[in-house]
C-alpha cells in the first residue's frame, strides 16, 4: 500500500460542488507521525455556514428531487456510496493513516466498518413507518415519522471516516439534509466523502461539508435557526455549549456522543492472560485515543501484582512509530497539544503517588509518539482516574469485592462502557445490570456492532448512534387524527 496519496480536496463542498471559503482563509492539516504539512484547507465560518445550510433548506424544501425520493432509492444511493468507498479503501485508508496517524490496519478497518454502517441503515430506509391508533369517538387517528430537516452534524477526529458514516448514515435514511463540520486536524477524509456523495448521484445541497474551527464554523452550526437538529461527538465541555447554543436559538434537537472514563472490572476466576489481553487493547487502541476506552483497570487483590507485571510486560512489547510500517500497533498522538495534555496527566500521576510500571515519555524527537504507559497503584481520588485521558495510559486498581468494585466504577460523571472479565455468570450479569453506562461487554471490549445502539450515561451523552435507535434522533413524530362520519 502507498505511503501518500495526492490531496484532491481542500476547499468547502457546498451545493455539490467544491468552493472557496468566503473569507479566502486556509488553515494548515499536518502529518502527526512526521509533523510535515499535508495541505491548506479552505476555513470555513459563519458566512460559510449560512451557505451551506440554505444549500440544505433548499434540497429539503416540499417538491425536491430529495423530498420526493423513494425512500428505497435514497437507500440504492447510500449502497452507491457505500460501493464507492470500498472502491476507494487503499485512498481512503493513505488518507486516514496520514491525516491523523492511525496504524494502516486499524484505518482500513475504519473504512470498512463506515462502509457496512451506511449498508445497514440503507436496508431501514424504506422501513421506517407510523401506526394506525384505535381512539375513543368516530375518528381515524394515525402517525407520521417524517425527518426533521436540516441536520448539523460536528464530528471528531479520532475516527473521521467511521464518525462521518454514523452520522451521515441515519440522516440519509431518514431523509434529512446535511451540513457537517469535520475536525480541523482531520478534514481530508470528510472531503473526499462528499465527492463520493455527488458521484453516487445524491442530489444537489443534501451533503454539504464545511470544515473549520469549532469556535466560529462549530458555533454558528449549533446556533443557526435553520438547523433542526445538531448532532455532535466530542468533548463534555464542548457538549455543554452546543447545548447551551441550541437552547438559546431555536430549541433543535440535540445529540451528544461525549467522554468516557470506562471501567474494566476482573475478577480472580477470569483467565488472566486473556485478561491481560482485553485490558491492553481496551485502553491502547487508537493510541488510547478512544472515547469508549477502558481507561480504569479495576482488577481483584488476588490476582492484582500478577496482573500488573503481566500488563507492564505487554505495554513493553508494543510497537510503537510509523503507522503504515508493518508490525506497529501504535502511532502518535494527534497533534502537539494533546502529546502534551497526555504527558501533563502521567506527570500528574507520578505527583500524586501512582506507581509507573512503564513508559511515561515522549518517544524520540519528531511527530507526537509517547511510549505506551503502565500505573500500579492508582487510587480513585488521583486524577488519572477520574479525568478524561485520551491518550496510551492504563491505570490499574484494586479491589476486594464485586459490590466495592461496582460502586467504584459508578462512581464518575462520564457512562459510556463499562466491561467485567469472569466466569461466573451471576457476577456478569450482576455487573450488567448494576453498571451505569450505554454499553457493558461481558468477556469482551469494544464491541460496536452497526447493528446494535451505541451512546452513554450521564455526562458521556444524549441519545444514541447506530443501530434502530439512531434513526429516532432524526425523526419527529406526527399525530393525524380524521373525523369520520357519525352513525346515522
Not at 52 to 80: I, P, Y
Not at 403 to 422: D, K, V
Request: charged letters at 25%; a neutral charge.
Amino acid at each position: 500500500m502507498a505511503r501518500k496519496v495526492d490531496i484532491k480536496y481542500t476547499q468547502l463542498f457546498i451545493n455539490n460542488e467544491f468552493v472557496n471559503s468566503v473569507s479566502g482563509k486556509t488553515f494548515p492539516v499536518y502529518n502527526p507521525a512526521n509533523e510535515e504539512k499535508i495541505a491548506d484547507v479552505y476555513e470555513g465560518d459563519k458566512a460559510d455556514v449560512d451557505k451551506a445550510v440554505a444549500a440544505a433548506k433548499e434540497a429539503f424544501k416540499r417538491g425536491s428531487e430529495w423530498r420526493t425520493m423513494d425512500a428505497s432509492k435514497r437507500a440504492v444511493l447510500m449502497h452507491k456510496l457505500a460501493d464507492l468507498m470500498m472502491r476507494d479503501f487503499q485512498y481512503l485508508t493513505v488518507l486516514r493513516v496520514m491525516e491523523g496517524g492511525k496504524v494502516s490496519s486499524a484505518s482500513y478497518s475504519e473504512v470498512v466498518y463506515a462502509a457496512d454502517t451506511l449498508r445497514y441503515a440503507a436496508g431501514w430506509a424504506d422501513k421506517i413507518h407510523g401506526q394506525t391508533i384505535p381512539t375513543d369517538g368516530p375518528y381515524f387517528t394515525y402517525t407520521r415519522k417524517e425527518p426533521v430537516g436540516v441536520v448539523g452534524q460536528i464530528i471528531p477526529w479520532n475516527a473521521p471516516v467511521l464518525m462521518a458514516a454514523w452520522k451521515l448514515a441515519p440522516a440519509f435514511a431518514t431523509g434529512c439534509t446535511v451540513v457537517l463540520k469535520p475536525a480541523e486536524d482531520t478534514p481530508l477524509c470528510a472531503l473526499y466523502i462528499a465527492a463520493l456523495c455527488k458521484e453516487a448521484g445524491f442530489p444537489t445541497g443534501v451533503v454539504n461539508v464545511v470544515p473549520g474551527y469549532g469556535s466560529t464554523a462549530g458555533a454558528a452550526i449549533a446556533s443557526h435557526p435553520d438547523v433542526a437538529k445538531v448532532a455532535f461527538t466530542g468533548s463534555v465541555v464542548v457538549g455543554k455549549s452546543i447545548m447551551a447554543a441550541a437552547a438559546q436559538s431555536n430549541l433543535k434537537k440535540v445529540s451528544l456522543e461525549l467522554g468516557g472514563k470506562s471501567p474494566l472490572i476482573i475478577l480472580p476466576d477470569a483467565d488472566i492472560d486473556e485478561a491481560v489481553n482485553i485490558a491492553h487493547d481496551c485502553v491502547f487502541v487508537n493510541q488510547g485515543q478512544a472515547c469508549c476506552a477502558g481507561t480504569r483497570t479495576f482488577v481483584h487483590e488476588n490476582i492484582y501484582d500478577e496482573f500488573v507485571k503481566k500488563a507492564k510486560a505487554k505495554a513493553e512489547a508494543r510497537k510503537v512509530g510509523d503507522p503504515f510500517e508493518d508490525g506497529v500497533v501504535q502511532g502518535p498522538q494527534i497533534n502537539e497539544k494533546m502529546m502534551n495534555k497526555v504527558l501533563d496527566y502521567i506527570k500528574s500521576g507520578k505527583e500524586q503517588g501512582a506507581h509507573i510500571e512503564c513508559g511515561g515519555e515522549r518517544l524520540g524527537t519528531t511527530g507526537y509518539f509517547i511510549k505506551p504507559t503502565v500505573f500500579s497503584n492508582v487510587t480513585d481520588d488521583m486524577k488519572i482516574a477520574k479525568e478524561e485521558i485520551f491518550g496510551p495510559v492504563q491505570s490499574i486498581l484494586k479491589f476486594k469485592t464485586l459490590e466495592e468494585a461496582i460502586e467504584r466504577a459508578n462512581n464518575t460523571s462520564y457512562g459510556l462502557a463499562a466491561g467485567i472479565l469472569t466466569k461466573d455468570i451471576n457476577s456478569a450479569l450482576t455487573c450488567a445490570n448494576a453498571l451505569e453506562a450505554g454499553s457493558i461487554w461481558v468477556n469482551c471490549f469494544l464491541v460496536i456492532p452497526v447493528q446494535a445502539p451505541f451512546g452513554g450515561y450521564k455526562e458521556s451523552g444524549i441519545g444514541r448512534e447506530m443501530g434502530e435507535e439512531t434513526l429516532h434522533e432524526y425523526l419527529e413524530v406526527k399525530t393525524v387524527s380524521v373525523k369520520l362520519p357519525s352513525k346515522s
